[in-house]
C-alpha cells in the first residue's frame, strides 16, 4: 500500500527534474567581449586538443629521462619435462651402451622451477642522451603550438564577435530605415488623399518600403548566422541561445607602435616563428640522434637466479640453488649496409628544409606586418570621414523630409535622402569593424595572448 502512494511523489520528483532540465536549456547566455574569450579558451577544441598534445608530450619526455636509469625485471618459471633432455657422450665411456658406440644419457628431473631478478643499467649511451633531447625539443614545439592555438581562438572569437556586433548595427539601421519609410509612406498617403501630391509620390513611398523590407528580413538573418559562427568559434553548443552585449567603438586615442618596434615585437613573439625556431632544434636534435647510432654502448648487467629440480612435489625436500653474475657489455657498430648514413643524410635535409621555410615566413610576416598596419591607417581615414558623412546625411534627411512636407521638393529626393543616411551609417559600422579586425589580426601577428 506504500509503495502504490509514492508512485504520484516519484512522478512529481521526475517531473520537476525535467523541467529543470529544459529551463537550465533554454536559458539566455548573455556574453560581453571578456565573457566569450574566457569561455572560448575553456571550451573550444582546438585549444584542448593543442593541450592534450603537451600532456602527451611531457610524458614522452618522462619516457625518455626514464631510459637513463635501471632497469629491473623478475620472472619466474615452472617446466614439466615430458621427455628429460639429454647429452651425448663419445664411445669408450662408462655410461656407453655395452656393444660400444656413443652413449646418450638424460639429465634434469620431471618438474623444474626457475625465479630470477635482473636487472642492467646503461653506463653509456649516446642515443639515449640524443632522444632525450629530441623529447625536451618535442615538448617545447607542442608548448608553442598550445599558445598559438589560444593566439588564434582568441583572435577568431574577437573577430566573430566584432561580425556579431557589426550584423547587429546593420539589422537595426535597416529597420530604422525600414520604420522612416512606412512612417513617410502613411504621411504621404494622407497627403495624397488631401489632393497635397500625386499618385506617382504615392507609387515612389510604397515602392520604398517593399524595396527596404527584404533587406531589413536578410539582415535579421545574417544577424542571426553571426550569432551561430560566434558560437562556433567560442565553442558552445549549437542550440545554446545567446545574447551579445556591446557595441563597435572606435577609440581615437589608441596608437600602435611604429613599423620598426612592432616588427621587432613580431619576430619575437610571433608564434609561427616561434614554433619554425622549436621544429629547428627539433630537427637538429635528430641529426644528432642519427649520428648517435655510429657511437657504442656500455651497458651494466646482473642476474640473481633461485631454482631446483625434482620428479615429485615434496616441495619441502627440495634443494634451492642460488646463482649471481654481473657483467658489462659492450656494443659497437661497425656496419649497417650505410642506412646509417642515409638516416643522417635525411634529417640534415629535414633540417635545412625547415630553415628554408623560417626564412620564407619571416618575408611574408614582415610584408603582413605592413599590411596590418595599412589596413589600420586606412580604417582609421574611413572611421573619421563617415563621421562628417553621417552629420552631412542626417542634415539632408531633415531638409528633403521638410523640403517636402512644405511642397518644395519631391518624393524621390526623400527616398535618396533616406538611402544616403543608411548608407553613411552601415559604412561607418563597417569602418569600425574593419579597424577591430585588423587591431586583432595585429595582436594575433605580435603573438598577443592576453583576452582582454
Not at 69 to 93: C, M, W
Not at 180 to 205: F, P, T, W
Not at 264 to 283: I, M, Y
Not at 338 to 360: G, N, T
Request: aromatic residues 8%; charged residues 25%; glycine residues 6%.
Amino acid at each position: 500500500m506504500l509503495k502504490c502512494r509514492s508512485h504520484p511523489i516519484l512522478l512529481l520528483v521526475l517531473l520537476l527534474f525535467i523541467g529543470l532540465l529544459h529551463a537550465q536549456s533554454s536559458q539566455v547566455l548573455e556574453l560581453t567581449l571578456d565573457r566569450a574569450l574566457e569561455l572560448a579558451l575553456q571550451k573550444n577544441k582546438d585549444i584542448k586538443v593543442s593541450y592534450l598534445e603537451v600532456k602527451k608530450s611531457k610524458e614522452k619526455l618522462k619516457e625518455a629521462r626514464g631510459n637513463l636509469f635501471p632497469s629491473i625485471d623478475a620472472s619466474g618459471q615452472y617446466t614439466r619435462n615430458i621427455k628429460k633432455p639429454v647429452i651425448f657422450l663419445p664411445p669408450g665411456t662408462p655410461f656407453g651402451p655395452p656393444g660400444g658406440g656413443p652413449a646418450v644419457l638424460e639429465i634434469g628431473y620431471d618438474n623444474s622451477y626457475t625465479g630470477s631478478v635482473s636487472a642492467s643499467f646503461p653506463l653509456f649511451s649516446k642515443t639515449l642522451y640524443s632522444s632525450l633531447s629530441v623529447a625536451k625539443r618535442n615538448h617545447e614545439l607542442a608548448r608553442e603550438s598550445f599558445r598559438d592555438s589560444k593566439i588564434k581562438t582568441i583572435a577568431n572569437v574577437k573577430k566573430s564577435f566584432y561580425g556579431v556586433l557589426l550584423a547587429k548595427s546593420v539589422k537595426d539601421f535597416m529597420q530604422m530605415s525600414l520604420k522612416n519609410a512606412e512612417d513617410n509612406l502613411k504621411n504621404v498617403r494622407r497627403m495624397h488623399k488631401q489632393g497635397l501630391v500625386s499618385d506617382y509620390d504615392l507609387i515612389r513611398a510604397e515602392v520604398q518600403v517593399e524595396n527596404i523590407r527584404p533587406v531589413a528580413m536578410q539582415a535579421e538573418d545574417n544577424f542571426q548566422l553571426a550569432k551561430d559562427a560566434l558560437k562556433i568559434a567560442i565553442g558552445l553548443d549549437g542550440t545554446q541561445e545567446i545574447k551579445v552585449r556591446g557595441e563597435l567603438q572606435y577609440d581615437p586615442s589608441f596608437r600602435l607602435p611604429g613599423l620598426n618596434e612592432a616588427l621587432n615585437q613580431v619576430l619575437d613573439k610571433n608564434s609561427t616563428l616561434r614554433q619554425l625556431h622549436f621544429q629547428s632544434l627539433l630537427t637538429k636534435s635528430m641529426i644528432g640522434l642519427e649520428k648517435s647510432s655510429f657511437f657504442p654502448t656500455l651497458i651494466a648487467f646482473g642476474n640473481y637466479q633461485y631454482q631446483t629440480q625434482a620428479n615429485d612435489f615434496k616441495f619441502s625436500d627440495y634443494r634451492w640453488v642460488k646463482t649471481t653474475m654481473v657483467g658489462l657489455q659492450l656494443q659497437f657498430p661497425i656496419f649497417h649496409g650505410l642506412s646509417r648514413f642515409a638516416k643522417v643524410q635525411q634529417a640534415q635535409l629535414s633540417h635545412r628544409q625547415v630553415l628554408e621555410q623560417q626564412s620564407a615566413v619571416t618575408e611574408a610576416i614582415k610584408t603582413q606586418l605592413k599590411s596590418i598596419l595599412y589596413r589600420i591607417e586606412q580604417a582609421r581615414k574611413r572611421i573619421e570621414a563617415q563621421q562628417k558623412s553621417i552629420s552631412q546625411a542626417e542634415l539632408g534627411y531633415r531638409i528633403a523630409k521638410s523640403r517636402y512636407k512644405n511642397g518644395l521638393g519631391t518624393q524621390l529626393e526623400v527616398n535618396d535622402a533616406e538611402v544616403a543616411l543608411t548608407q553613411a551609417r552601415v559604412n561607418y559600422a563597417q569602418a569600425i569593424y574593419d579597424y577591430l579586425v585588423a587591431i586583432a589580426d595585429y595582436e594575433a601577428l605580435t603573438g598577443q595572448e592576453e583576452s582582454d
